[in-house]
């Protein structure tokens, strides 16, 4: 049923939000109708309680939507609207129409470390889909450029390059998949740490490498691979970049009073269900 | 999309209740071994060890219970690598046997070599060794030149193989030969054979590596008479065989894990301090993160041999996150510990770091180079 509710928004997404409708938002255009199109969708209270009229969605079941947001690099802020509006129902809150951001939700609705936590763990999904994107963007166009007589993902450098790109692209997915991967309704601090720190690595290693397998077409505005890129490189950073979190994570180990490494790893992810 | 199959996947239970009985095990039986011989890790070579460990039924645990086995799950078999790993218990006897060897001749073995070495691995008291590498047959495994010549008893073995890990310890030799063809016949003509290393025409010759330990050897065949029942599978069908080898050699946690001894034993350093430096705790944090991540991809991947798929391509992508993780570890440790070059080492630690740091090298080279795994990933990809 997850999988399936993941391939109705993937679909739904493409449709709604294609690269023209991110190329023009992104460059000042009017975001109203991609907005009209979210807010009557119903997906943007995914996260709420059914008693209050949402989807009630368990987090894990919400992770493939996120990534789906990085893999179409929606220009608006659809993630942060959703998470805020379940933050809203469980405060007690009349709902909020429009994009909300979590900055704007005040202390006791939702406490700057919790604010923190989930940027950290919507942001490894966002990267773990934009990466997805990027790998299959230079995958493919690895295999259809030519030079020198034949396909340049023929060349070994050019194919090592990718394989490290599919790496660290499986390696975000499951970052992201820890990150959401705790029956509470909010994220694990820690877990998103390590999402966080992991994926935020990440980015910078599969944007960088699908410039390098694009060259300079990679660079245009016409090209989509930017659009992806550039929110890569947002991504990596936003909330905490992956030496911010990585204190985080060894504050955590610390705290813990573990000191051998998979004691610490095993109580950690001892709460995280696929 | 390309590899989404790894999901995150717990282990199940009754696997994970065998984690504490064997920590329980290795806390008494390794008493007082010293840190730098546990930071041997999986390469540390101890018969005894392995026959207690195989009384307690803990070596095939993954194999059917008839033939010895455990009769346990890949989940039971990950959490008792784990701990393994974690105590740094010497393995290496019985560790080609237990993942590669045992399983290789039940999959493809006939009853009676089932039954004359199966048991015997189970119980610690039969080791192997892998026979592929070759003076001039080293990623290109295709190429290898040791021939097996049929005779009127069965076949007669001829060449050279090299690196052989134990040799020189262990009693039988899983060997790849070219059987029909030349070196140009690359994947046909190649079959795998059970080769008892006490045999005449049989020497070998261990290997000083920079550690100064010999773990490695060079092994010389000359006229060695084999029964045909030396024979694994099908003559010719080597390659398949291989192929299916490497993968149970790949996937598990041992390629995460190499420096975990190391690790722990710097994190011991660190717990000493009143409060590490804030770059030491982000070292720890981002390794302890990596880690975790990693940690979850093979199990991701052992759900996948779980349910009967082969996964070669998430074997390979695996591996080359782990040893990467396990070269990181130990350069990553000596520049935390150098920045503070004036305060001294314990000396276990020390010794500690000298051993992993010169011996990483290998991490990536064992079981199939970077370079070959990231050409089989990008093989995955279709680019190749």
């Given amino acids: ?274 | 999309m390309f590899l989404d199959t790894l999901s995150l996947t717990r282990i199940p239970p009754d696997d994970e209740a065998l984690r504490m009985p064997v920590r329980a095990f290795l806390e008494e039986a390794l008493v007082g071994v010293p840190t730098e011989v546990r930071a041997r890790s999986w390469s540390g070579f101890d018969a005894d060890f392995s026959r207690r460990l195989g009384e307690r039924g803990w070596i095939g645990l993954t194999l059917p219970i008839e033939h010895g086995g455990g009769g346990r799950s890949v989940f039971a078999r990950f959490v008792l690598v784990e701990e393994l790993l974690r105590a740094g218990a010497p393995v290496a006897a019985h560790w080609i046997a237990d993942r590669q060897s045992a399983p290789q001749i039940l999959r493809f073995g006939t009853i009676e070599q089932a039954r004359r070495f199966v048991p015997g691995v189970c119980r610690g008291e039969i080791f192997f060794c892998i026979g592929m590498s070759e003076p001039n047959s080293g990623s290109d495994l295709a190429s290898v030149r040791t021939r097996a010549t049929r005779t009127a008893s069965g076949w007669r073995l001829d060449g050279q193989k090299i690196w052989t890990t134990n040799a020189h310890r262990t009693h039988f030799m899983l060997a790849l030969a070219r059987t029909s063809g030349d070196a140009s016949s690359r994947h046909a003509g190649l079959s795998q054979f059970i080769v008892d290393l006490t045999l005449p025409g049989i020497t070998i010759r261990p290997i000083a590596d920079l550690n100064g330990e010999a773990d490695f050897c060079e092994v010389f065949f000359d006229g060695v008479e084999l029964g045909a029942e030396a024979l694994l599978g099908e003559e010719g069908d080597g390659w398949k065989q291989v192929t299916s080898e490497l993968a149970y050699e790949r996937s598990g946690p041992e390629r995460i894990y190499a420096s975990l001894i190391l690790l722990d034993e710097w994190l011991a350093w660190l717990r000493a301090l009143d409060r590490p430096s804030e770059s030491s705790l982000a070292l720890a944090g981002r390794i302890l993160a990596v880690m975790s991540v990693l940690r979850s991809l093979s199990i991701a991947v052992t759900a996948q041999l779980d349910a009967g798929a082969s996964p070669l391509v998430e074997s390979a992508l695996v591996k080359d996150l782990g040893t990467t993780l396990e070269q990181f570890i130990p350069e990553a440790i000596a520049d935390a510990l150098g920045e503070d070059p004036d305060t001294p080492l314990p000396e276990s630690l020390g010794r500690t770091l000298r051993h992993v740091a010169q011996i990483a090298p290998a991490f990536s080279l064992r079981g199939g180079t970077r370079e070959v795994l990231r050409g089989m990933i990008a093989r995955g990809l279709g680019l190749r």
């Fill in chain 1, 1 to 274: 049923m997850q999988d399936e509710l993941a391939a109705a928004f993937d679909s739904w997404l493409a449709a709604v939000c294609p690269p023209a409708v991110v190329r023009a938002i992104d460059a000042g255009g009017s975001s109203a109708t991609l907005w009209r199109e979210i807010e009557s969708s119903g997906y943007l209270d995914a996260l709420v309680p059914e008693a209050q009229g949402g989807a009630g969605l368990k987090l894990a079941a919400v992770r493939p939507l996120v990534q789906a947001c990085g893999t179409h690099a929606v220009p608006v802020p659809f993630v942060e609207t959703m998470v805020a509006r379940a933050e809203l129902a469980r405060a007690g809150h009349e709902r909020a129409d429009g994009p909300l951001a979590l900055a704007g939700l005040d202390d006791a609705t939702l406490p700057a470390a919790a604010r923190a936590t989930w940027i950290a763990a919507t942001t490894s999904a966002l990267i773990a889909g934009a990466a997805e994107r990027v790998l299959e963007l230079a995958s493919t166009y690895a295999q259809q450029r030519v030079q020198f007589g034949r396909p340049i993902g023929s060349f070994q450098a050019v194919q090592h390059r990718l394989a490290v790109m599919a790496e660290q692209t499986c390696t975000a997915r499951m970052a992201a998949q820890l990150a959401f991967a705790v029956p509470a309704p909010r994220p694990d601090r820690t877990l998103a740490a390590i999402a966080k720190c992991v994926a935020g690595e990440a980015a910078a290693i599969v944007a960088a490498g699908g410039h390098a397998v694009h060259g300079a077409i990679g660079i245009t505005a016409a090209y989509d691979l930017q659009l992806c890129t550039r929110r890569l490189l947002a991504w990596r950073t936003e909330g905490g970049s992956p030496t911010y979190w990585a204190r985080e994570v060894g504050t955590a180990w610390w705290r813990s009073g573990e000191t051998r490494a998979l004691d610490f790893a095993l109580a950690r992810l001892a709460d995280a269900q696929g």
